[in-house]
């Protein structure tokens, strides 16, 4: 061995003895999609792995190779950020009548340090039989933060023509009507108060939340008034967007006119708010899991699953890294592997399970050649976090033998045996929504037992894509 490769080697030596390893996991998705189950459910199948339960999640390969030590939970690195609720979250589910936890509303984060034993090898030669130890930090934060990234690029009028040429899911929510009228009625070279600015502001907020809560769309900017969290009433979620026809020589306005300060206010949102989630937070993700509701969105109709498949294409936005992309140049990014998951599979039929995941990759396709050239490996899966349902035979008279998912409805948790229908594998055409044979619904979660753990889908197999190569 060459004097130099000696030096190496022993420089790699104290590096895997003194520094223990680490990877941060962001975890996002739309509202729903199904966040806050599947970082219970991990957290969850992480403390409870150990060489005796290796067969829980056979295929994470350090699992099976009974290499995974101990997951135990460690205080979180960030002490600004929120703790992701575990405990509560577990409480709800195991309670004696199990709850799903409370969906994201909020970035928040929790560390694990997973005690292994690595492979032979070069690492495993030099730790000489010892355990090495990964810190996983998982960050959960809404899928609506990055619905904001052309907002970056874009100024106030920019920004105000965009919302108004897209207003067509807009107009459809009852509180359309109310927020133009506000808005025509002003003008925007008169003086602003607080007070004014607030009340339209305010129904303008209240038109985007009924967009997405009440009618079931998905794209609503700025992100932060559908869960304003606590800039809630803070005049930098203030503002709104004024007509194409209000911005005409609106540079000349005074210094206190409405427009100018609807300008400096979305200017203060970009950036105290936007580019600091992006510079703060985004820019230090190693790995990303981009959870997916296909099936919701699939029940409520056409115009809603055409703007999910809108809003997921947004999202891939900030994944592109290639080098002249806005987040390079702004952020320097370094994801690595982005996945994104089909969520909640359990809902379906087995024999529909490739189905959804032909559909996921469909819904993507028109932004798919985006990270894969920067050299961060792209891959889609179909997962259930927490599965509510078991498979089922049924005999019909009509279709013979015929699959169904067995569970207890949430509303009423009365059992059920359900059929739910194929899922496309194709965007869904006109003939499917004319058809529209689907009978989703959503489950109540397992009731266990003492001694019983989650039942799951896949998630071994997404562990392994998101940190198998880092439990070498
Ligand atoms: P979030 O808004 O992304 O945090 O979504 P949640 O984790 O709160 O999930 C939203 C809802 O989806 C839950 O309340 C459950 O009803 C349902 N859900 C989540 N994960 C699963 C799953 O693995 N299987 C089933 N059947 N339902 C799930």
């Known amino acids: 061995m060459s004097h130099w490769q000696q030096l190496k080697n022993k420089a790699l030596e104290l590096t895997y003895r003194t520094a223990d ?118 960050v959960d934060y809404p899928g609506e933060w990055l619905l904001d990234l052309p907002m970056l690029e874009q100024d106030y009028q920019q920004w105000c023509r965009t919302i108004w040429a897209t207003v067509t899911n807009l107009s459809r929510s009852p509180f359309y009507d109310e927020f133009k009228a506000s808005v025509m009625a002003l003008q925007p070279a008169a003086d602003a108060s607080d007070e004014l600015l607030a009340t339209i502001a305010n129904h303008y907020q209240r038109l985007l939340q009924d967009m997405v809560q009440q009618q079931g769309f998905y794209l609503a900017q700025p ?105 390079r140049r702004l952020f320097a990014p370094k994801i690595d592997r982005l996945l994104f998951a089909a969520s909640k599979v359990d809902q379906i039929t087995r024999d529909q399970q490739g189905n959804v995941l032909a559909l996921l990759n469909a819904i993507l396709a028109p932004g798919r050649n985006f990270a894969d050239s920067a050299g961060c490996a792209v891959e889609t899966m179909a997962v259930s976090a927490i599965r ?5 035979m049924v005999r019909d008279s009509e279709y013979g033998e015929q699959e169904v998912v067995v569970g207890n409805r949430l509303s009423d948790r009365q059992p059920v045996t359900l059929y739910p229908g194929q899922v496309p594998r194709q965007l869904p055409d006109a003939v499917f929504w004319q058809q529209q044979g689907f009978r989703f619904c959503d489950f109540a979660p397992p009731q266990l037992q003492p001694g019983q753990t989650f039942e799951h889908i896949r998630l071994d197999y997404l562990l392994n894509f998101l940190l198998g190569d880092k439990l070498q």
């Open 388 to 392: 509510a349902t078991k498979p089922g």
């Open 223 to 327: 992100g932060r008034m559908l869960l304003p969290g606590d800039l809630a009433g803070a005049p930098i979620l203030s503002f709104f967007p004024l007509l194409p026809e209000q911005l005409t020589a609106a540079d000349a306005f005074g210094r206190n006119s409405i427009y100018q300060i609807l300008e400096h206010r979305y200017q203060e949102y970009v950036a105290k708010v936007v580019r600091p989630f992006y510079h703060d937070y985004f820019a230090g993700f190693d790995r990303q899991l981009v959870l997916v509701d296909c099936f919701t969105a699939l029940n409520r109709g056409k115009a809603q699953f055409d703007d999910m498949t809108k809003a997921l294409n947004a999202i891939t936005q900030s994944f592109r890294f290639g080098r002249r992309s806005l987040l």
């Open 21 to 138: 390893q680490h990877v941060r996991l962001a975890v996002t998705g739309l509202a729903g999609a199904g966040k806050t189950a599947f970082i219970t459910a991990i957290i969850n199948k992480l403390i409870n792995a150990s060489p005796e339960h290796a067969s829980q999640l056979p295929l994470f390969t350090v699992c099976l190779e009974h290499r995974l030590l101990e997951t135990k939970r460690v205080l979180q690195p960030d002490l600004q950020l929120a703790s992701f609720a575990y405990d509560a979250a577990l409480a709800q589910l195991t309670g004696e009548q199990a709850q799903w936890p409370a969906s994201t509303t909020n970035i928040s984060e929790l560390r694990l340090a997973i005690k292994y034993r690595p492979k032979q090898g070069f690492r495993g030669r030099l730790l000489n039989g010892a355990s090495a130890t990964l810190l996983l930090d998982i």
